[in-house]
């Protein structure tokens, strides 16, 4: 099974990378950058640590695995029990636009922010589902086999991502709340014994990837087209047996 995730989770990034380098090819060719300045780095930085981390806690040989996590938390919580997870997810993002409409203006229009919001949400959804189908991981309380990733985490995250680049720019108290609570929406849902820590940790990888990717790829205005313009979308491909990708090229 890790090799499996290993495998679908190195198709994403990849993709990810692809994505990045079409977007901003234009300015990599007049700007050179170091390598911790590069859009793939700024994009998928982070989610490949997280994911690297939760993949390691994956394995039961690691110093710090998922099974060691759980067996603590189910010791020192054992009766613990709560539907807060169920709605803390949605505070980051509620948030955005209640203080919106407070007179805290968000980076980005209503139009813009919403549908990138959106669009990070298809992502992640998008890349969530499939992996828990294909990885079949059986949640702690082994109530079923959909337990790898945490789809709540990836909306927390996902929530949590939005509201640290709506937000940020004013303080960063804002992010650090948003994360905060993503964070600790993930947390619970080990503590209700729902959710392994490598669950956790690469729902969190996705729902900021998703996030990410969505605001480098938003177009937030018609631009004319050019001719000799060439784009290339690369998207993974998985089944049970096979691993892939398909290639997309845009020229006009």
């Known amino acids: 099974m890790i090799r499996r995730v290993t495998q679908l989770v190195l198709i994403i990034f990849i993709s990810a990378q692809s994505i990045a380098h079409a977007q901003v090819s234009d300015t990599l060719a007049t700007q050179k950058k170091k390598w911790h300045q590069t859009n793939f780095v700024k994009v998928a930085g982070v989610p490949i640590i997280l994911s690297g981390l939760g993949l390691i806690a994956a394995n039961e040989g690691a110093p710090v695995n998922r099974f060691k996590v759980q067996r603590g938390l189910s010791y020192e919580f054992p009766d613990f029990s709560s539907t807060l997870d169920d709605y803390m997810r949605y505070g980051p993002p509620a948030a955005v636009y209640a203080l919106d409409f407070l007179g805290v203006k968000s980076k980005n229009n209503f139009k813009h922010k919403t549908l990138i919001f959106l669009k990070a949400n298809i992502m992640g959804f998008g890349l969530a589902f499939p992996l828990k189908g294909i990885t079949k991981v059986r949640r702690p309380d082994n109530s079923s086999s959909a337990s790898f990733p945490s789809l709540h985490t990836v909306q927390a995250f996902i929530g949590a991502t939005f509201m640290h680049k709506e937000l940020g720019h004013h303080s960063p108290w804002y992010s650090v709340g948003a994360y905060t609570v993503a964070a600790a929406t993930g947390f619970y849902r080990m503590l209700n014994n729902k959710h392994w820590l490598s669950d956790v940790m690469v729902g969190a990888a996705i729902g900021i990837l998703s996030t990410n990717v969505a605001y ?24 049970t047996k096979a691993y892939g990708a398909s290639v997309v090229l845009l020229i006009r």
């Open 216 to 239: 480098i790829t938003h177009q937030y205005k018609d631009r004319k087209k050019k001719k000799g313009q060439v784009k290339a979308f690369i998207t993974p491909a998985v089944s």
